[in-house]
């Protein structure tokens, strides 16, 4: 797998949750990092995104609660979820853009579940 997601697990509501992606080795020209979470019954929606050259952006629902980050040294972006609520239960996605390959590639990790209690 190109990325993988891991910190994902289960918290009561107002905890927090840290997601980390890694990405691959072989992918060295990464221009974007987000996150998606999808929850049950419902589309995937975007969270959070990190672009090269660029102020991270969120979603409503994230904005005050949620930051994105990354570690270019270690190739990998993490999610910081603070105050989680029992709506913020969903799978979470991990999300890249690379030119690795000379054209603009995506890649999607295999998601890894949040649940909040309340």
């Known amino acids: 797998a190109q990325l993988v997601e891991s910190g994902g697990g289960s918290v009561q509501a107002g905890g927090s949750l840290t997601l980390a992606c890694v990405v691959s080795?072989?992918?060295?020209?990464?221009?974007?990092m987000s996150w998606y979470r999808q929850a049950p019954g419902k589309q995937r929606e975007l969270v959070a995104g990190?672009?090269?050259?660029?102020?991270?952006d969120y979603a409503d629902f994230a904005k005050g609660r949620f930051t994105i980050s990354r570690d270019k040294a270690k190739n990998t972006a993490y999610l910081q979820m603070n105050n989680l609520e029992p709506e913020d239960t969903a799978v979470y996605y991990c999300?890249?853009?690379?030119?690795?390959?000379?054209?603009?590639?995506?890649?999607w990790g295999q998601g890894t579940q949040v649940t909040v209690s309340s």
């Open positions: 999300y890249a853009l690379s030119l690795d390959t000379g054209w603009v590639e995506s890649y």
């Open positions: 990190a672009a090269d050259g660029r102020s991270a």
């Open positions: 080795e072989n992918l060295v020209k990464i221009t974007k």
